[in-house]
C-alpha cells in the first residue's frame, strides 16, 4: 500500500522496485511488454485510440488529451517526429528529474510508443540546461534500449524502427513553452512561435509534431499495458489517472508523491508531507509553482483536479505545491516570483518584456519602504495592461503572484508603505 | 486565384483573398491598424501587440452544424474573449472586426505605456523625429503621460556605429526585430541578431566588419523608432549643423548607379542633398535602395566639381569662357571634317545620348559613334529590341508558376536591386536556375545550382534547348504560329546533346535535362545573362533559340535580358549610340562607323574626339595612347579625370540632381528625373545643353530650350520612344494603385509615385514572325588551368562614388582571389603578391583567399583603380587564360 488512494506506484516504481532504471530489472517487472503488445497486436490507430479513451491529459500543465493532440497528425506528412519536453523549470517541479532518473525505460517506452501511434522515426528528448546529471542515466538507458533492440532498426524484430536524440537546453524557463522549445531546438533564439500554425501541424523544422512532457509518456505503458479502463479507475471523470505531486516549502516530507487526481490537497500535505515543519499554520500554497495563483487558506480543502482547481481560481498546472507557513511575508515572495519571471522574459512581446521589468521596479519600490499606497494600486494596473495582450503564457502567467497575493495578503503590502 | 473570404471591419464589408491578415483586410478600406513589428514586406511576427483589435466570428450550433442567427435573422457574432493581433490573425468567413473598440484603444494605450518605459523619448535630438511611427502612435494613442518614473534606458549604450554607415541607438529601441528579418529575408545578409533574453535583449550585429550589407540603408528606413540611423544624416554627427527632417525639400529622382533604375527621392536642404530616401515604384526597387545609391551623392557637392570650361595652352588648362570654348570646338570639329569620333557615357540621359548622335549623324555626318568602352558597357546584342522582358513584366510578384535562368552573373555585385527581386522571387517559390562558373550569392537560394566551364555558357544554353526539342516540351502554339527554323534547329542540335555537351560544360548530362524541363515547363519563364556567359553571336543566337522556343517571350514575367552595367546602358543602345545602328535598332544607311574599340587604338586616324561623360583612361588604362595622340580632344564632365587631364578643352556639366532627363533601365523601362539643386556655379551646363550649343555652332539651327523639349523630339522621331511623352513619364500612379502598395502613409516626406513606361519589343507584336538562328559557337574556351575571372563589383574604383568619403573604406581595391588549395599549391598566403600573366599583359597583384572560388579561378574584378584586370583581358570576354607566378 502506497498511501491511502494508490496500492503500488505506477509511475514512480523506482520507489517499489530497486534499481529499477536498469534495463533488466524493468523487462523482470514487466518493462516494454506495452511496446511488444503495441508493435505486434495493434496498429498505430489503436494505440492512439486507447490514450484518448483514456483521457489522459498532458501533465505539463495545459491539461491537453494527449490521445487528441496524437490524432492532429496529419496521415501523409512525412517525416513526423515526436519531441520530448524535458525543460523541466517551474519553481518547486522536479517529478520528471525522477522520473527520467530513477525509472527512465518507462520514459523510453512511453515515447516509442508514442512515435509508433503516429508514425514518427525520430524523437527528440529536449532537456532542461540544468538536467545534465540527470541525463547520465537516461542516456545509459537509451544505450541499453539500442543494445537490446528496443531502438534503432526494426524494434523488436518488427518493421518500426526509431531512433531518440537527447538535446539539452541553455537553461531557459521560456524553452518549457513547447514553441520556444521548438526554436531553440533548431538553434534558434528560445521565442515562442505565433499559432497557427500548430505543432501537429508544422511544429520542428516545419514538420508535424507531437510534444508531450515526460510524466504524459510515462503514463503510456501502463495504458497501453493494462488498457484505458483500468486507467479510469483511477481519478475523476474529467480528469482521470495517476499524477505526480511535487510537495516542496514549508513541509517536513518534501517529495514527489504519486496519487490519483482529485486526492484531497489537505491529504497530500498533512498525511504524506507531514505538516508544516514548524507546526505553524499554512498561509499560503502556491500550486502550481510561480505560474498559478496562490491557494489561500479557504481553499485548503480542494481536490486536486483539474476542474476543483479552477473552481478554486487558480490552476493544477505541473501539480508542483510549495507550501509556505505563516512566517512567509507573501509581499517578498511576490517580489521574489516577479524578479523570476522578468529574468526568465524571453522578450520577444513589448507587455511582458517591458510590464515585468516596471513590475519589479515598482515591488523593488514598495518593499524598500519608498512606496505609496498608490503603488500597490499601479501593481494592480500594470498586470491589467498585461492581461490578455502578451504573446504567449508566460507574460498571462507572470501576473498571477501579485494579483492573488495582494488579492489575499494586501496587509503585507501595506505594512511597507509609511509615506 | 485563391478563395475570397467577406468580413465586416468596423461595420464595413470587405472581400479579401482567404489567407490575408486582418491589418491587410483593413488597409484595403483605408482602415490604418497602428504597428510597429509588422511591415507588409516581411514576415509576421505579432509581437509589438498594438495591433490587437476585437475579433468575433458566427456562432455555430454544435448540434446542428448551423449558424446562430438572431431575432432578426442575422448571424450572432461571438467574440473572442481576448484581444486578438490584427497582424497575425488570418481572415475567415463572417468574421467581424472592431478596430477601436474601448477595450483596443485601452490595450493600444497600454502596450504604448510599455515601450515608452524603455525609449527615452529624445524627440528634439533624433534623426527620426517628424516621420517616427513611435512619435505618430504615442501622439494618437498615447496616455500623455507615464507613470513609470524610474531610470529608463537612458544607460543603455548610445551610439554604437555598426559599420560605417549605420549607427544604433540602442535605448531607442523597441525590439521589434524589422532590421533582422530584412537583413536575413529580403537581403539575405545574416549580420544581425537579437542577443540576450527579456529587457537586456538588443540588437547585434556580429560580423566583421560590422552590419556588412550592401542594404543596410534600408534598415533606418523600416525602422519605426530612431534606433537605427545613417551616418550619413545623422544629427550633427558630421561636419554639418544637422537639418531636420520637415526642413528639407523632396524631390523625386532616380539613382545613377543602379541598372534597374531605383526610384528615389532627394532630401535637399538650402540648395544641397543632404540625404536620399527610396521612393515607392513596386516594378522597380519596391521601397529599397543599395547603400550605393543612398550614400554615394556626395559628388554633386565635391570641392572637386569642374565650375568653368578650360582651355590647353601650352600644356597647361586655362579658365575660358563658353563662348571661347565653344568657338574653338567649332573651328576644329569643322577641320576634322570625317576624321571625327564620339564617345558618350552610358551615364548620360537618353536627351543628352538622342542629341550626342544627331550632333554626329546630322551635324558632322559621321557614324563614328559609341557608348561602348572596351568590355565596360552593353554587350550589343538585339535581343532586347526583338524580345526582351515582356510589358509589364513585375519579378517582384513572381512566384510558384515561373521560373528564372540566370547565365552568368552576379547579381548581388551587378545588378543589386535585381538581386533583390530575384531573391524575393525565390521566397515566394520562383524556380531559380543559377548557372555560373563560380559560387555566387544567389546559389543561397538557387533550386538548381549548374557550375560551367568558363567559356561553355552557350554549350548548356544547347544542351538544355537540345533537351526541350527532344522531349517535346517546346510551346508548339507558339512554335507553329510564330517560328521558323525548327527543324533545321533540331538538326543542328543533334551535335548538342546534354551527353555531349556534358564534358566541355562540366555539368552531368541528366542535371542539365533537369534545369531545361524546369525551364521549359515554368508558366512563365525569364532568362538574364550577364557577362560571365560570354560575349559572342552563338551565345545570343541560343539565348534567343531558348527563349523562343519555350514560348517565354512576348508577355508579362517572360522574356530574355542582359545585365547591363550602367543605369542608361539601355537607353544609349536605344537611341542610337553605336556605330551601326541609328535610334530605335534602325541600321545605318550608309557606312558603319569606327566602334569605341576601334578609335581606341593606336592608329585610329581621327583627328578630333568627343568624350562626354566617359572617363576612359580611368576605365582602360591602356586607351591613354590614342587620346594622347589626337589632335584635338574635347571631354565634358563633371571631374578632372585622367582622361579630361589629356584634353584640349573641358566643359563642365551638370550633376544628374542639378537637371532633368531620363534613364531607360535593363527591362525598357522609361524612367524621368526632376532637378532638385543648382549646379556649383551658372557655367556648369547640362550636357544635351552644350551639345545643343556645339551644334548651333556648327550651323545647325536646334531649337531645344530643355530635356523635356528635346524627349517631344525623340517621341516624334524615334518610334520605340512614341509614348515617353514627358507628360506620360511624370504621371502619379492611380489612386487604386497607390492604395494597394503605398507604404509610406505616416512619414513626413512626399514625392510623385511614378512607375514609368517601357517600350514594347517586337516579340509584343502578336503578328511578329522570328527565325531561329543556329551559330556554331567557336571554341574559345580559355587554354589554361587557371582563369582570370574579372566581373564587375558594386563598389568599384568610379569617379561619382569615390567622392563619398562616407563609403570609402568599401571601395574594393585591385586584388588576385584564389581558392585556398591554389594558394597552398603556390605556398601564398594572404598578403602576398602574385603576377598574373595572360596573353595580352601581365601585372602584380596582392592576393585573398576565398573557400567558395573553384580551383581553375582567380578573381580580379574591373573597373577598380589602375584598372588591373582590363590590362589583361583581351576585350573580347572578362574570363581569359592566365599563369599565376608567386
Redesign the interface.
Known amino acids: 500500500m502506497t498511501n491511502k488512494y494508490l496500492d503500488k506506484h505506477v509511475l514512480l516504481r523506482n520507489k517499489d522496485i530497486p534499481n529499477i532504471r536498469d534495463i533488466n530489472v524493468y523487462i523482470a517487472h514487466g518493462g516494454y511488454d506495452a511496446l511488444k503488445k503495441a508493435l505486434t497486436v495493434m496498429n498505430p490507430g489503436e494505440v492512439t485510440q486507447v490514450v484518448k479513451t483514456a483521457n489522459l491529459r498532458g501533465r505539463g500543465g495545459a491539461g491537453f488529451p494527449a490521445g487528441v493532440k496524437w490524432s492532429f497528425i496529419p496521415p501523409n506528412v512525412k517525416p513526423v517526429y515526436v519531441v520530448v519536453n524535458a525543460d523541466e523549470s517551474e519553481p518547486g517541479t522536479f517529478k520528471d528529474r525522477e522520473l527520467m532518473g530513477e525509472n527512465p525505460h518507462q520514459v523510453i517506452e512511453g515515447i516509442i510508443l508514442c512515435a509508433f501511434a503516429v508514425g514518427a522515426e525520430r524523437a527528440y528528448i529536449y532537456g532542461r540546461g540544468e538536467f545534465k546529471n540527470t541525463f547520465v542515466p537516461l542516456k545509459k538507458a537509451i544505450d541499453e534500449a539500442y543494445n537490446n533492440g528496443l531502438l534503432g532498426k526494426n524494434i523488436m524484430n518488427t518493421d518500426f524502427s526509431m531512433d531518440i536524440f537527447l538535446h539539452l537546453g541553455a537553461g531557459a524557463y521560456i524553452c518549457g513553452e513547447e514553441t520556444a522549445l521548438l526554436n531553440s531546438l533548431e538553434g534558434y533564439m528560445g521565442q515562442p512561435r505565433s499559432r497557427p500554425p500548430f505543432p501537429a501541424a508544422e511544429g520542428l523544422y516545419a514538420k508535424p509534431t507531437v510534444i508531450n512532457n515526460v510524466e504524459t509518456l510515462s503514463n503510456v505503458p501502463p495504458i497501453i499495458l493494462n488498457g484505458s479502463d483500468w486507467y479510469r479507475r483511477y481519478g475523476t471523470e474529467r480528469s482521470p489517472g495517476i499524477k505526480i505531486f511535487s510537495l516542496s516549502g514549508h513541509v517536513k516530507n518534501p517529495g514527489n508523491y504519486e496519487l490519483p487526481l482529485g486526492a484531497p490537497l489537505r491529504y497530500l500535505i498533512e498525511e504524506l508531507g507531514g505538516g508544516t515543519m514548524s507546526g505553524l499554520p499554512i498561509k499560503g500554497i502556491l500550486p502550481a509553482g510561480a505560474s498559478a495563483p496562490m491557494i489561500p487558506p479557504e481553499h485548503f480543502d480542494v481536490m486536486m483536479d483539474y476542474e476543483s482547481m479552477a473552481e478554486a481560481n487558480t490552476t493544477l498546472g505541473s501539480a508542483s505545491f510549495i507550501v509556505m507557513d505563516e512566517t512567509v511575508d507573501m509581499a517578498w515572495a511576490a517580489e521574489k516570483m516577479v524578479h523570476f519571471f522578468k529574468h526568465e522574459s524571453c522578450g520577444k512581446c513589448s507587455p511582458c518584456r517591458e510590464g515585468n521589468y516596471w513590475l519589479e521596479q515598482v515591488m523593488h519600490r514598495i518593499r524598500s519602504g519608498k512606496g505609496t499606497s498608490f503603488d500597490i494600486d499601479l501593481l494592480t494596473k500594470i498586470t491589467h495592461q498585461m492581461t490578455d495582450n502578451c504573446f504567449c503564457p508566460l507574460g498571462e502567467f507572470a501576473v498571477n503572484p501579485i494579483n492573488a497575493t495582494i488579492k489575499h495578503f494586501r496587509s503585507d503590502y501595506e505594512k511597507y508603505i509609511t509615506l | 486565384m485563391s478563395d475570397l473570404v467577406t468580413l465586416k471591419i468596423d461595420g464595413i464589408e470587405v472581400s479579401v483573398p482567404a489567407g490575408t491578415m486582418i491589418i491587410e483586410a483593413a488597409n484595403k478600406i483605408g482602415r490604418e491598424i497602428p504597428v510597429f513589428c509588422y511591415h507588409s514586406k516581411l514576415s ?7 495591433c ?1 483589435v476585437k475579433v468575433g466570428t458566427p456562432g455555430f450550433d454544435r448540434a446542428t452544424r448551423q449558424p446562430i442567427l438572431d431575432v432578426a435573422g442575422n448571424p450572432v457574432i461571438r467574440f473572442f ?3 486578438m493581433p490584427a497582424c ?1 490573425t488570418p481572415v475567415s468567413a463572417g468574421m467581424e472586426v472592431i478596430t477601436e473598440s474601448k477595450e483596443s484603444l485601452a ?1 493600444r494605450q ?2 504604448l ?3 515608452l ?2 525609449h527615452p523619448l529624445d524627440c528634439p535630438v533624433c534623426d527620426k523625429g517628424g516621420e517616427c511611427p513611435l512619435q505618430d502612435l504615442t501622439y494618437a494613442h498615447g496616455r500623455g503621460e507615464s ?2 518614473e ?1 531610470q529608463r534606458k537612458h544607460t543603455s549604450p548610445k551610439k554604437i556605429p555598426l559599420g560605417d554607415l549605420i549607427v544604433l541607438d540602442t535605448e531607442r529601441c ?2 521589434c526585430t524589422r532590421c533582422i528579418r530584412f537583413q536575413d529575408e529580403i537581403a539575405g545578409d545574416h549580420v544581425l ?2 542577443e ?6 538588443k540588437v547585434v550585429s556580429y560580423t566583421e566588419p560590422k552590419f556588412d550589407s550592401k542594404y543596410s540603408g534600408n534598415t533606418t528606413d523600416i525602422c519605426p523608432v530612431g534606433a537605427l540611423t545613417s551616418r550619413d544624416f545623422r544629427f550633427k554627427d558630421m561636419n554639418k549643423p544637422g537639418v531636420r527632417i520637415w526642413e528639407l525639400t523632396n524631390v523625386p529622382s532616380i539613382s545613377n548607379y543602379c541598372n534597374m533604375g531605383s526610384n528615389l527621392v532627394l532630401g535637399t536642404h538650402v540648395g544641397e542633398i543632404r540625404r536620399v530616401m527610396p521612393r515607392q515604384n513596386e516594378l522597380v526597387n519596391e521601397i529599397w535602395l543599395t547603400n550605393k545609391t543612398r550614400f554615394g551623392h556626395h559628388f554633386h557637392s565635391s570641392s572637386h566639381r569642374l565650375t568653368a570650361p578650360l582651355i590647353k595652352e601650352n600644356g597647361k588648362f586655362k579658365q575660358a569662357t563658353w563662348e571661347d570654348a565653344l568657338s574653338l570646338i567649332a573651328t576644329k570639329f569643322h577641320e576634322a571634317g570625317e576624321h571625327i569620333g564620339g564617345i558618350a557615357g552610358p551615364h548620360l540621359s537618353n536627351e543628352d545620348l538622342y542629341l550626342f548622335q544627331k550632333l554626329f549623324r546630322e551635324v558632322l555626318n559621321s557614324n563614328n559613334i559609341d557608348h561602348r568602352i572596351c568590355l565596360n558597357s552593353a554587350i550589343d546584342d538585339d535581343l532586347a529590341y526583338e524580345i526582351g522582358v515582356g510589358i509589364g513584366t513585375d519579378i517582384g510578384q513572381l512566384a510558384e508558376n515561373s521560373a528564372i535562368f540566370l547565365l552568368g552573373s552576379d547579381l548581388d555585385e551587378e545588378a543589386s536591386m535585381l538581386y533583390l527581386r530575384v531573391r524575393g522571387a525565390v521566397r515566394r517559390g520562383c524556380h531559380l536556375i543559377n548557372a555560373n562558373g563560380r559560387y555566387t550569392k544567389l546559389d543561397t537560394v538557387a533550386n538548381t545550382k549548374l557550375r560551367y566551364n568558363y567559356g561553355s555558357a552557350v554549350h548548356l544554353v544547347l544542351g538544355m534547348t537540345a533537351t526541350i526539342l527532344d522531349e517535346g516540351l517546346e510551346d508548339k502554339n507558339f512554335v507553329y504560329a510564330r517560328l521558323e527554323g525548327i527543324d533545321k534547329l533540331k538538326t543542328k542540335l543533334q551535335a548538342y546533346t546534354p551527353e555531349k555537351v556534358a564534358d566541355i560544360t562540366g555539368i552531368d548530362a541528366d542535371i542539365i535535362r533537369q534545369a531545361a524541363r524546369d525551364f521549359a515547363k515554368a508558366e512563365n519563364g525569364i532568362i538574364l545573362y550577364g557577362a560571365e556567359a560570354g560575349n559572342d553571336t552563338a551565345l545570343h543566337a541560343s539565348i534567343r533559340n531558348l527563349a523562343l522556343i519555350t514560348g517565354h517571350v512576348g508577355k508579362k514575367d517572360n522574356g530574355v535580358t542582359a545585365i547591363l552595367p550602367h543605369c542608361n546602358s539601355r537607353g544609349a543602345a536605344d537611341l542610337g549610340v553605336i556605330p551601326h545602328r541609328l535610334p530605335g535598332y534602325h541600321p545605318v544607311a550608309d557606312e558603319i562607323g569606327m566602334s569605341a574599340k576601334e578609335m581606341l587604338q593606336p592608329n585610329h586616324g581621327l583627328q578630333a574626339m568627343y568624350i562626354v561623360a566617359a572617363d576612359i583612361v580611368g576605365e582602360v588604362v591602356t586607351c591613354k595612347s590614342a587620346i594622347e595622340t589626337t589632335d584635338f580632344v574635347v571631354v565634358q564632365d563633371l571631374f578632372m579625370t585622367e582622361t579630361a587631364k589629356l584634353a584640349d578643352v573641358v566643359l563642365p556639366a551638370k550633376a544628374i540632381a542639378e537637371r532633368d532627363g531620363s534613364y531607360t533601365n535593363l527591362e525598357r523601362r522609361v524612367q524621368v528625373y526632376d532637378p532638385a539643386i543648382l549646379s556649383p556655379t551658372p557655367t556648369c551646363w547640362a550636357d544635351w545643353h552644350i551639345i545643343t550649343a556645339i551644334a548651333g555652332r556648327l550651323g545647325a539651327e536646334w531649337t531645344h530650350a530643355s530635356a523635356d523639349g528635346v524627349m517631344q523630339e525623340i517621341t516624334e522621331q524615334v518610334s520605340l520612344y512614341k509614348h515617353m511623352s514627358f507628360e506620360n513619364l511624370t504621371k502619379p500612379i492611380s489612386l487604386e494603385r497607390k492604395r494597394q502598395h503605398y507604404i509610406y502613409s505616416g512619414m513626413s516626406f512626399t514625392a510623385d509615385v511614378r512607375e514609368g513606361v517601357q517600350w514594347a519589343t517586337r516579340a509584343e507584336n502578336q503578328a511578329s514572325f522570328f527565325e531561329l538562328k543556329f551559330i556554331e559557337p567557336e571554341n574559345d574556351m580559355p587554354q589554361s588551368d587557371i582563369i582570370l575571372v574579372a566581373p564587375r563589383v558594386a563598389y568599384d574604383g568610379g569617379m561619382l562614388i569615390s567622392q563619398a568619403e562616407i563609403l570609402a573604406n568599401l571601395i574594393q581595391q585591385p586584388k588576385a582571389t584564389l581558392s585556398p588549395s591554389v594558394a597552398q599549391r603556390l605556398s601564398l598566403s594572404k598578403g602576398d603578391t602574385v603576377q598574373l600573366t595572360s596573353s595580352v599583359g601581365s601585372v602584380a597583384l596582392p592576393i585573398a583567399i576565398d573557400g567558395k572560388l573553384p580551383d581553375n579561378v582567380v578573381l580580379t574584378p574591373r573597373n577598380l583603380a589602375g584598372s588591373v584586370a582590363e590590362q589583361l583581358l583581351d576585350g573580347h570576354n572578362i574570363f581569359i587564360g592566365v599563369k599565376i607566378v608567386h
Do not use: H, Q, W
Request: charged share 25%.
Open positions: 509576421t511576427v505579432g509581437v509589438c501587440r498594438v490587437l474573449p481576448k484581444p497575425s490595450d497600454a502596450i505605456e510599455f515601450l518605459t524603455s507613470r513609470f524610474y523597441i525590439i541578431a537579437i540576450n533574453r527579456g529587457r537586456d535583449a
